[in-house]
């Protein structure tokens, strides 16, 4: 449910972007719904026990699989240590590239596949580990394999790791929500004008997101403060080259979010919360 109303706040489909969902849509001959996906941002929810073909694509027709029909909007994997460890595997050069290499006996078909992975982990198996409101009923060695699934190179390319609390269905559902989404996706369009204009001379960037290290030296300067917290943050949290550029970007975002033209401190900080702790 929380993942479905992240559509809402996502910024609309451009022109190019809405062609680009139909054509996929049809190819995978979800005619019926490429009206719809043309207005919105696709929402993919596959089940855990989907296969590889189903997720990454392939198969005799080498057709397009979720991740594709995911482009231009959300993959949504719940519970995803569930997954095939060869299907979570295959996710990380797509999650790199934004696109997807299928291969089958006649040859290899490329096929866009950029997406918002949002994933979903309990702390293990039974989802109780470390609560105080009921006991967790699985052995310490379950608990080990169930958070290795999601190997290293995979939790490095998740942006933002949070840990949530049960959400209240019915807050969630409320007009005062459906108000509220309306409110922060027009401060994401706001948010989404402001890097479009930083990277207008750009060919590679159009969003922080996508920013090389290079465009990460040029655009996101930081002031003696900021760049001694990442430093500390970067030793004591073991973290990774990746990891150094992905806190930049994000606090770029949320700089960006709060108009602010430089990145501060505050946004650095904010930005180290959000990755993950061993
Ligand atoms: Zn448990």
């Known amino acids: 449910m929380l993942a479905q109303s992240f559509v809402s706040i996502l910024p609309r489909l451009s022109e190019k972007e809405m062609i680009e969902t139909a054509k996929i849509h049809s190819i995978a001959g979800e005619l019926e719904s490429s009206a719809a996906a043309t207005l ?10 989907a296969s590889h073909i189903a997720l990454i694509g392939g198969g005799k027709e080498a057709g397009p699989g979720e991740i594709t029909l995911a482009h231009n909007g ?22 790199e590239s934004g696109k997807v290499i299928v291969s089958r006996a006649a040859g290899s078909f490329n096929y866009p596949a950029r997406f918002i992975l949002v994933a979903t982990k309990n702390p293990c198996p039974c989802g109780w580990y470390r609560s105080d409101q009921r006991e967790c009923v699985c052995a310490m060695t379950q608990i080990i394999n169930y958070q290795k699934k999601i190997s290293g190179p995979i939790a490095d390319r998740i942006d933002i790791h949070i840990e949530a609390q049960k959400v209240d269905y019915e807050r969630l559902a409320s007009p005062d929500e459906e108000a509220r989404s309306m ?17 207008q001379k750009e060919k590679s960037a159009h969003t922080n997101a996508r920013m090389s290290p290079r465009q990460i030296k040029a655009y996101c300067p930081l002031d003696k403060e900021s760049q001694q917290t990442l430093k500390n943050a970067v030793e004591s949290l073991k973290l990774s080259a990746r990891a150094y550029h992905k806190i930049i970007k994000i606090a770029r975002t949320i700089a960006d979010l709060e108009e602010s033209e430089n990145i501060g401190f505050n946004h650095i900080a904010e930005a180290i919360q959000y990755q993950p702790r061993g």
Request: without cysteine; positive net charge; aromatic residues 10%.
């Open 40 to 49: 919105t941002r696709p929402f993919r929810a596959p089940h855990h026990s």
């Open 74 to 95: 959300v993959l949504f994997l719940d519970e995803f240590p569930e997954f095939q460890r060869n299907v979570i595997e295959a996710l990380r050069q797509p999650m």
């Open 183 to 199: 409110a922060i996706r027009k401060r994401v369009e706001r948010a989404r004008a402001s890097q479009e204009k930083r990277f």
